[in-house]
């Protein structure tokens, strides 16, 4: 498929895998995506596994990303991981606002943002996660919310920062249930998204930024999805556990 953007194909592990699953996982995963050039790959384990799987993907073409970071450099924050702890195991990306942790840790927009920023301050590159609710979806909602979230998470970031973000489209009503966005849905999405990034930014920067699906997305819907021309690569939650199911998504991607 020819983009100028570089599709980036991601796996979110959520909280699933212990170090030892982590590792048959990327090994595998490492045999089947030897030769995959066109893509750039990347794995999101839980903290726990990041050391072990970091240093089994070091001779390969498997990046690393975390799940999430603090917005704090260093000190009393119980609990937290920070920006320099990541980087001593090669982590290059990390998903920032997640709907699990919109939902569940009550993130906002406005912390989003200071993460944003922080993983920009420390030389990571994010993939914030924006996406609507199926009643926003319903109630014709869905660019309002995209927006807000759009400004909100991004807020404060320069133009060559921003060109260095990903930003991950998953409407939250696709997210581990089955349920995929059509086609045209995404595109709409996507397309959006980058029109608000060239009022917000730039045109130039706005045809840079990649834009991730994510959402229900497999094997067998992953080829239709990529063919869409703002869409430009995955984020994948269920389907990225399964070395097979992942590979695949990535393969036929191509
Ligand atoms: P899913 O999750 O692929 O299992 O729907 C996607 C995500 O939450 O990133």
Request: aromatic residues 4%; contains cysteine; neutral net charge.
């Amino acid at each position: 498929m020819n983009k100028d953007r570089k599709l980036i194909i991601a796996g979110n592990w959520k909280m699933n895998k212990t170090v030892a699953e982590g590792l048959d996982l990327v090994r595998a995963l490492k045999l089947e995506l030897a030769n995959i050039k066109e893509i750039d790959i990347v794995v999101c384990p839980p903290f726990t596994a990041l050391g072990e799987v970091s240093r089994a993907i070091l001779d390969s073409n498997i990046r690393l990303g975390a799940q999430n970071m603090s917005e704090h450099h260093v000190g009393a924050f119980t609990g937290e991981i920070a920006a320099v702890m990541l980087k001593e195991f090669s982590v290059r990306y990390v998903i920032l606002g997640h709907s699990e942790r919109r939902q569940h840790q009550k993130e906002s927009d406005e912390l989003i943002a200071k993460k944003t920023l922080a993983t920009h301050g420390a030389s990571l590159k994010p993939i914030v996660c924006v996406g609507e609710m199926l009643a926003d979806r319903e109630s014709g909602r869905t660019e309002k919310v995209l927006e807000t979230q759009v400004r909100g998470s991004l807020a404060g970031l320069t133009k060559e920062q921003m060109v260095e973000t990903i930003i991950a489209y998953e409407p939250v009503w696709a997210i581990g249930t089955g349920k995929t966005a059509t086609t045209a849905q995404a595109q709409e999405a996507h397309a959006f998204i980058r029109g608000l990034l060239a009022t917000l930014f730039d045109d130039t920067v706005a045809r840079r930024v990649r834009i991730q699906y994510g959402g229900s997305v497999k094997h067998s819907n992953a080829r239709e999805l990529m063919s869409q021309p703002d869409v430009d690569g995955a984020l994948v939650g269920g389907a990225s556990l399964e070395s097979r199911s992942f590979a695949d998504i990535i393969k036929n991607s191509i």
